[in-house]
């Protein structure tokens, strides 16, 4: 699973320029664009469009960090583990802010600072940052106790 230092170096460009983009275009309206790219003449609830907008930026945000976790550490352990995090997330995490988040406040962007905090933990890629730093830590540990 090594691989070359260019391929790492390009990965974790793109990596952190997906990042980037999805912050900068956090408000793109993801589901309008595909009904548009499909030709489709449809009109979604704004409880659709938020879901599956508030979906599309985890997934694009968690998919450039499997990126910089497999640049960075070239471990599959590691990507085994970000996985694992990844279904917790969109399997139980996201659902429950869904609901809660549309049931108290509807589809604003605009959220109360408990679920702001929780927007922040799912939907942008607070989550596999912090499971990267556990990963230095780890490492550190590791590198350590062997020197």
Do not use: W
Not at 59 to 77: S, T
Not at 123 to 135: K, Q, R, V, Y
Request: hydrophobic share 55%; with cysteine; aromatic share 14%.
């Amino acid at each position: 699973m090594q691989a070359s230092k260019e391929i790492r170096v390009t990965v974790i460009i793109i990596a952190v320029l997906v990042l980037a983009l999805v912050y900068l275009f956090q408000l793109f309206n993801f589901l309008l664009f595909f009904t548009n790219v499909l030709g489709l003449n449809v009109t979604f609830r704004p409880n659709t469009v938020f879901i599956f907008n508030k979906t599309t930026r985890l997934i694009l945000n968690d998919l450039a960090c499997f990126g910089l976790i497999y640049a960075i550490f070239q471990e599959k352990k590691y990507l085994r583990v970000a996985f694992y995090i990844f279904l917790f997330e969109i399997s139980l995490l996201l659902p429950t802010y869904f609901i809660i988040k549309l049931s108290l406040e509807g589809d604003s962007e605009i959220s109360s600072p408990l679920l702001s905090q929780i927007h922040r933990m799912i939907i942008n890629p607070t989550l596999m940052i912090l499971l990267m730093i556990g990963f230095f830590y780890q490492r550190a540990i590791k590198n350590k106790k062997i020197s």
